[in-house]
């Protein structure tokens, strides 16, 4: 029985994630993302109405034209966890298959809403919620489980495919994490019963292969170490305070309202996205506000919060989006003075997040802060980590899993080269074992 | 008799520069321009109808208020080039003073277009032209004396101001380029002279002070023959070709003429500015076209040539604004598929022009290249040399005026910083005869 | 009575601090540090016989020469703290001045150290140790306080000379570090009392004045949490594992002790600075190293050390000198394998410290790492936070203190420019209340 | 019949260049080359001395071990051009084929000059000095030839196979340079003759592909325009001259001699390199020095002229070794106060070259440049062009050849992916028709 990785998307660029896995007559296929440097290329497009052919001719969802040619049948669609680069494409292409999407329940919540929000095409997959820790049968041969990761998103997990040539594992996207509070660590023994079970095949994550600086990836007591001590100060002044992370990064937003939850300040977490992932996560008992949080997603009531926190900067904290400087966001939309809250001389601003490197997010970023400062803002940028593995972490992964095969993806020729490198140094060979794809390249195991 | 140095604008930004100095009892005034990035942070402004109060407190313009407790009487408005951030603050400023508005006749023709386009404010002091090499008497005091300067534009001068307590040199801006065919080299054997009649003070530009790599700035000549090279190919081949440099780089723009020239395509200078500033320096007898050349600065005749250049696209050579990618621009309007003219595979696209350094230039030449490339268009970017004197260049300036005091102006405190240590090496001492002002700050220097 | 600030040393470069206050007849003198970079540059020279004048053209002390002409009767030598840009110089020009060394008890015996240590001048001036939040009369007129402080040494304080004409505040080196466990928290309290009671002038370092990115320095919490991440693996493993890190930053000392308590390794710190910086703390009662800990300076002690370390690999936790990778440290001679440990395939080797920012030491830190890379080694470097206040921290520190007057310190221009600026946004103003000295400038405050 | 590229060295590295190709029987190897930052990773080696073995397992020269596995016999040894990366290990490993060495005549003789020198093995392999424009067979099946090219040293070439199965070329290293003096610019017209007649495989050298800022190298008239340019300055000052540049780079060597031939100086060529690559450049009448030149190699010599230099400094221009500072070299000794030759104040020192990128040179170089700085020195670094292909030039290479392989060569994983990336830019494909080779991977080629 033959075992095939086609490379559809993210094996050229960040984002856009899509692998395909064939064993034997059966076809599983992992993520389906958005690559979201595009669309702000085209920063007009109104994805929800737009058709997948326009999409993927302008390189912003995977190029999936080429499973018309894979023969066979296509058993279940898999997410890693619920970032855009991952799930985004999901309204646009999981239509075409007639399989189940699978996911954690987190996940597969963060799904249906990106299905329910598609006004082009009308996707019927059945969504079958997954834990971390469990398994699913997806076809005669094939065994799907999930197990416990970490990243900057909850319940993230590694899928694992038990397939009679091997185990496959697919680690988009993770870090080594045992200090969150909302996730538990990663399933380290679970992780080497696999390596010792026999993994034939790995398809791993490449983000951070090119940090040789940071190579064991902080983990998230470091930021909310950060937060505390940057928070501090602020929280007790009588002076405007905002925060903006990552909506989807509840774990960090978890720490936001712990460190504020004792001081005099009510909590407002504001925006749209921030109303669609920590909604969620809160009715799933994932994020656990305190009583003086509350959560603003439409425009209407963002407007009368801020007028509230506006009159009586001194007892609010805001959470908002916006950390990248993205013209439409809140924060940007503050610092540029079209909302009813007004910055005003010595409000703190925190940014939480670092700039996702492009040279577009480095001006909004630079424009946002400028303004910011102009009126008199006070910036504490950068209070973050990463959420992706570094260099010695995937050293332990490749110690604990020992594949036979390695398949690095998510990212471009030079990340993808980089782990390819690292890989070398544990004694595998470029070409014989680590295999370099390109979008729309396979990979063929033997049996 | 004391000499004051007054900072007005551009001691603490690269732009709106503006000096006054007081001898006596008369005021001269240096330079009145506009800081272009503070304009692009808010870019919904109509600068042509707004106020000059409005204008300051946004940092557009120089902060000439301070003037009002300046006793004495201005005399004299000097313009040393025609940059906007030298002369873009004229219709906002010079009708407060009744003085005339000195520059060669290429930098006086230039401040006629600007006052004749304003709409807020009436400018009617007289434009008195005066040539490279000659004097002018401005007060019984004080004369005026133009000493011939190359820089990236044409007739660019250091203004000299013959005083009874010695010679004041206003240099900015200038590079050292004995190379240059639209323009003389400067006028080295007059500046020693005045080294030795006794400087009192030297007012000196810093724009590559920090700039330790590149110490003796490269020649016009670099940049011509650069373009020799990567011209010569795009040329002759059957494709598209565009090239897009400064509107105001005359002698760049000689350049790209004489090159294309003895080609078989017929070349385009297409863009408003383009036609502004091309188009006196034809009048003026500076710019000379071949006959395969013309000028299109309307919408409609852009159009118009765009049409026939896409049509005919080996025929054409298209010499474009929007260098930087600012969206509005042409070039930029070209890779975004909003003119008549499409790029195809193929088509050469030469960047004669650095990223002005800062993030938002950074982003929107990275998104017009990219936009370019997905298109097809092999893209050279960066045939350029810079038009400001290097750390060497400006230790041969001090060693030639042997100037009494040093204020250093025209950029950020690091860079006037930097200059400093230059001139701490050649003897100074920063305090005692190097004088770092701020915006708003004087030095006197008693005689 | 006037009030004079004279800048000696570290106001032109990173290094050899030294700056005397003349307050009426009575002069203070804090500091006498070495220039490090300098010696790097003439690695032959054997500094313990040198005499001061040699040192002082080298540039590698600071040039008090100019004191001779200060009319004045020294009173007190004050150190900071024990590092050796701050009292490196002490044997070399303490015996000009008829004064008492005054330091807080681990500064006085590292002073004492350093005199031991002279082969030249002989060094008589009678030791003072002042503890942190004591007051000593050193004249009629002038009275020291020690002002607790937190920096990567122990026992820093901020000197605080109480004058009739107002309060004088010495702040080299300092960080915030809420969470130091070898050292309390900075007094806050009592630095808010004195900008109270007035301060006249702050003389302040301006290390991560130019760091943007991170505005509110980490606290040792921080690297406390990433060491035990990063040593939690290998403490486990069957391999070798080295530690370096500085010797005198005891707190980071006591935290890998701390980690590696627990551990069945036996924890072993080598080299010469180990042992005297840890050693006196540990007399001193300020490190407290668990019971299978030892230090040895010796090399007999050193070799014998490493041998046994080298035959039980496993058992050993060293935690060595050599973190730039200079030459003759020890952690690049076992790179070099020139010590009996030798370096085998997986051990793991930890840097706790930045590459200081040099050309030389990140020549020598690439080397030492690659060739610990080639032998097999794992390296982790990095694993640290800085100890020097951020921008925002120095906003806070200005905020606490309001002194009338400024003067940047321990810097080249730039980093003292970056640092004015900041004042700026504060309402102060260079030339007027922020002075920017040059080595051998001073600045007179009329009362 | 078969053909296969055999990679043996430089395809992980940039240095120790070597490659094979078997065409049936037939072994054709290209250079052998050694790794020069290897070498000064080990300073204390006598390379002179050492066996090859040894410098195998260092990594210093390339491991041809693999050879006794390849099934073929030998029938030349072929040499690109006379740098050390490609010639440096002839005396090391030729011997072990019986085979003759082919180079153009420059190359030839400093091949004869590398194996003089050797000290451990005897090499006896025929030479054979063979002209651009000229052809060669060196077996029933396989012709070479060798196309003129351009590169920073003379007579470098493309050594082109021509098998019954295709054509194949060897393109390590080269430039496109349409204006060197010494050296006539690239066969062009050959290069698109190959292109019809069918190139099998392109091994091609990468040193540029991740330049993305100067896609079309600079010329060689652009060095000698900068050099006129800051020579002439110091040629005409009172004070002594320094410039430092590539021994091997006759070229740069002929310029600087040609703009100082009408200069009053008497020029001095001084260094054991120096003697070695211009000597024999003289004598075989590509490089022609003025009546007021001379070189000087050997110690004795050398302290001769400087000791006349330093008595009558205005009357000498000194042209050195030692542009990266390494340590032994003659200019860092100069800068060191080691030789007769004492720097002054305003002495002025031309590097013509860059820093060749790897922290020891960054080290040596800073180092250097800031003792002659502390001297008095003015340096004008920089004053350089590349040698090494540019994107766009290497697209015009492809476009040229239209090789149907293609193996990237002579850099790391990061610089053959980049160039990889171009090429799929011209539409090949990764494992397709581009091979990524690891030292000791071979590619074959099916007819």
Do not use: W
């Not at 999930?146 to 870090?175: C, M, N």
């Not at 960090?252 to 925006?271: N, P, T, Y």
């Amino acid at each position: 029985m033959s075992v095939e990785v086609i490379a559809i998307g993210g094996y050229q660029e960040v984002g856009k994630n899509m692998t395909a896995v064939k064993v034997g007559e059966d076809v599983i296929i992992f993520d389906m993302g958005i690559h979201l440097d595009r669309i702000s290329m085209h920063e007009d497009t109104d994805i929800d109405r737009m058709h997948s052919l326009d999409l993927i001719e302008r390189g912003v969802i995977p190029d999936d034209t080429l499973m018309k040619d894979v023969d066979g049948k296509v058993k279940g669609i898999i997410f890693s966890h619920g970032h855009l680069d991952h799930i985004g494409a999901v309204a646009k292409l999981a239509h075409r298959y007639d399989a189940p999407l699978i996911g954690t329940p987190y996940t597969a919540a963060l799904i249906e809403k990106q299905i329910k929000g598609e006004r082009k095409f009308k996707v019927n997959n059945p969504i079958r919620p997954l834990n971390a820790g469990s398994k699913l049968k997806l076809s005669k041969d094939i065994t799907l489980e999930f197990v416990q990761s970490t990243h900057s998103i909850p319940q993230a997990v590694f899928p694992v495919l038990h397939t009679p040539e091997g185990i496959i594992v697919y680690a988009l996207d993770f870090k080594f994490d045992n200090h969150q509070k909302v996730s538990p660590p990663p399933d380290y023994k679970r992780l080497r019963e696999l390596g010792r079970e026999g993994v034939l095949a790995l398809i791993v994550e490449t983000t951070n292969s090119t940090n040789y600086n940071e190579v064991k990836t902080h983990s998230e007591r470091i930021a909310r170490n950060i937060l505390e001590d940057v928070m501090r100060g602020p929280l007790q002044e009588k002076t405007g305070m905002i925060v903006t992370t990552f909506s989807s990064h509840v774990e960090r937003v978890q720490a936001i309202a712990d460190i504020a939850k004792k001081s005099h300040r009510e909590i407002f977490f504001l925006g749209r996205s921030m109303e669609r992932f920590c909604g969620i996560a809160q009715k799933l008992g994932i994020l656990k506000l305190p009583k003086n949080a509350s959560i603003y997603g439409s425009p209407k009531a963002i407007n009368r919060a801020l007028l509230r926190a506006d009159e009586d900067r001194a007892n609010y904290l805001l959470v908002t989006t916006g950390h990248q400087g993205e013209p439409d966001a809140l924060l940007p939309r503050i610092a540029n003075g079209r909302t009813p809250f007004n910055i005003k001389k010595g409000d703190n601003v925190i940014i939480s997040a670092p700039i996702i490197p492009n040279p577009t997010n480095a001006a909004n970023r630079h424009i946002m802060e400028r303004r910011l400062k102009l009126k008199g803002a006070r910036i504490y940028p950068n209070a973050h980590v990463s959420g992706h593995a570094g260099r010695e972490d995937h050293r332990e992964f490749l110690r604990m899993l020992k594949p036979q095969h390695i398949i690095p993806a998510h990212g471009d020729l030079t990340m993808l080269s980089a782990y390819a490198e690292l890989a070398e140094e544990e004694g595998y060979r470029i070409g014989y074992d680590i295999h370099i794809l390109r979008n729309a390249q396979a990979q063929v195991f033997k049996s």
